[in-house]
Structures are given as C-alpha cells and as structure tokens.
C-alpha cells in the first residue's frame, strides 16, 4: 500500500511543478523537503523555492537555525531573492508573498499576534 505525501507536501510539489522552480538540486524539493514535512507533520512553514534549490523552515517564536541564526529574517533571505519565490503554510493553505519582507511581516503578524518580539 502507497502512502499519501502530507497536504504540505502536496501543495508544495504542485506550487514547484506550476512555476517551475526548482531548476537544479530538486531534491530539495523532492527528499529534503518532503522529509521534513514527515518529520514535523503539524508544523506550520515557510517555503522559499529558488533556482537552485529550496529553503524550508518552521515558523515559530524563536526560528533559529542551525547557525544560530533568525532564519525568516530578511536580511538572511535577501540573499536567496532573485529567481525566489516566498510562502507560507498554515497548515491548510499555501501562501504567497510579493517579497522576503512582506513574507517576514506575515510570518511576525502570525506569530506575535499583534505583541510585539521581545
């Protein structure tokens, strides 16, 4: 028996096939992606598909990554504009955003809900 991909999953694959990014290393997209949608089935997410591959991370008060670094502000994500595109999932929807700005002010907005970050 096939297991369904996530609705995350799901609603990222088709956003991909439909703008046609990824362009190189789709397996971000295609394992690292989906992984990590498994993983962290009920997190909400932003997605950044790119040119050359794609950037996934949890949104949550403290969204520090790896490199103990904010990973949806945006002076971290100019780096990835260009051919990027910048959303969100809530969980039922796929968001799109004009910019990394517009897509930090939504992600802060949701987060905070109004307070404001220490």
Do not use: Q
């Not at 670094?69 to 051919?83: I, L, Q, T, V, Y």
């Not at 910048?86 to 799109?96: K, S």
């Amino acid at each position: 028996m096939t297991r369904r991909a996530p609705n995350g999953y799901l609603a990222i694959r088709d956003e991909a096939k439909a703008i046609g990014l990824p362009k190189e290393f789709v397996t971000d997209l295609t394992v690292h992606d989906r992984r990590w949608i498994e993983a962290n089935i009920t997190a909400p997410f932003v997605w950044i598909p790119r040119e050359c591959g794609t950037f996934i991370c949890r949104i949550t008060r403290d969204p520090i990554d790896g490199a103990g670094n904010h990973s949806w502000d945006p002076p971290g994500w100019h780096a990835r504009e260009g051919a990027a595109r910048f959303y969100t999932w809530d969980g039922a929807e796929l968001r799109e955003y004009r910019d990394a700005r517009e897509c930090s002010a939504a992600i802060r907005e949701l987060v905070y809900k109004g307070e404001e970050p220490c």
